[in-house]
């Protein structure tokens, strides 16, 4: 299994767009890959302008199907990214799962 966490700060007073954005791209993505395991996106109620993603693919492969789709490039690297002011991707590997 491969895991991605994303913290993603947002453009001042984009929150709300970016969050749009995130429920739209959710079923039209993850929602119709096989390989996406799971897909989460938090928001931190004390840190305005800030997302989490937090997501788990089958494998490799599964994480470059998921990239790219049509709907990750009109949505997440089209819409989304102009809302960012940072793009962070960090790789985790686990070490106890209940």
Do not use: C, N
């Not at 453009?11 to 709300?16: N, T």
Request: net charge negative; glycine share 8%.
């Amino acid at each position: 299994m491969l895991a991605k966490v994303f913290p993603i700060p947002l453009k001042p007073g984009k929150q709300a767009e970016a969050e749009r954005l995130v429920h739209e791209f959710a079923p039209l993505g993850p929602g119709q890959e096989d390989g996406t395991l799971s897909f989460r996106v938090y928001r931190d109620p004390a840190k305005p302008d800030f997302l989490l993603f937090v997501e788990h693919f089958a494998d490799q492969a599964a994480y470059d199907a998921h990239t790219g789709s049509a709907a990750y490039k009109e949505l997440i690297s089209g819409k989304f990214a102009d809302l960012i002011t940072e793009f962070v991707e960090i790789d985790h590997e686990l070490v106890v799962g209940l």
